[in-house]
């Protein structure tokens, strides 16, 4: 469950999330304590839940249906709510994500936060120290659903090799991650490509961006910064990052040989 940032009348899914927590209990006569224990937390934090300063997991919403019997209530006002656990700054990006037809997405360190497994995005937010690893990583698995439709968008992503090399969690974590690239490498909508160090320096050495394409609208571009980051949708921006991509789609291996790296590497690690 991830501490909110800011927090405004606009919120109002995670105020009735709140609320319906207060409203079963009150109806079934049952404590703010009781419910902790249910969802094995502390009552502090189901306060907190309850006046909409905190952000549900994915875990507590399952705990407090079967404890009111509410048949999925929470379970599908979940998905409603999470958004909120991401920082406001990048609301707008994930619901604009959800709603893009391609998705263009460089990285310079990390595996993209679409193509991660659970265990290693969880060793990535750990190593933030973020002030709740839970929330932000049920919300990260959460952004994934898009790839699981019955028609996901169309998701290009390269990454430097730096990115497939960096060792992240212990050996079966970057295994198992490097695995479900080569996984997803066999899905049609899906390409990954790599960079290879051997390019040298290149198109995306100025850091990670990701440009979303729609069936109707504008096009935006996502740039990565340390604090924040920061959504761009200025014609002449998009067609920067637009041409940056296509230079770094000539630097990369192709299909193949990026899917024969990860599959080296997979060999390398842990020896």
Not at 127 to 138: E, I, M, P, Q
Request: include cysteine; glycine fraction near 6%.
């Amino acid at each position: 469950m991830a501490v909110l940032e800011e927090q405004d009348e606009t919120d109002s899914m995670l105020k009735f999330f709140g609320d319906e927590l207060q409203r079963l209990r009150a109806e079934q006569g049952h404590s703010q304590q009781s419910l902790a224990t249910a969802c094995f937390c502390n009552r502090t934090l189901v306060n907190k839940i309850e006046n909409a300063k905190r952000v549900p997991s994915k875990n507590f919403a399952l705990h407090a249906d079967a404890f009111f019997q509410s048949g999925g209530h929470f379970e599908r006002l979940w998905p409603l709510v999470i958004k909120y656990a991401y920082p406001s700054w990048f609301r707008p990006y994930v619901e604009l994500e959800k709603a893009a037809a391609i998705i263009r997405s460089f990285e310079t360190m990390v595996i993209p936060g679409l193509l991660q497994t659970r265990a290693y995005a969880h060793a990535i937010l750990a190593a933030g120290r973020s002030n709740d690893v839970d929330g932000l990583l049920d919300a990260r698995m959460e952004r994934q659903a898009i790839l699981e439709r019955d028609v996901p968008p169309e998701l290009w992503v390269i990454m430097d090799e730096n990115a497939v090399r960096r060792r992240v969690g212990d050996v079966t974590v970057m295994r198992d991650q490097l695995q479900h690239l080569l996984d997803l490498a066999e899905c049609p909508s899906t390409v990954i490509q790599v960079v290879p160090l051997s390019a040298g320096a290149h198109a995306g050495i100025g850091g990670p961006f990701h440009s979303l394409a729609f069936a109707e609208g504008t096009p935006v571009v996502h740039v990565d910064g340390f604090l924040k980051g920061q959504l761009l949708a200025d014609p002449s921006e998009v067609r920067a990052a637009d041409r940056a991509y296509d230079l770094l789609l000539g630097a990369a291996l192709d299909v193949r040989k990026s899917a024969d790296l990860i599959a080296n590497v997979m060999k390398e690690v842990g020896t």
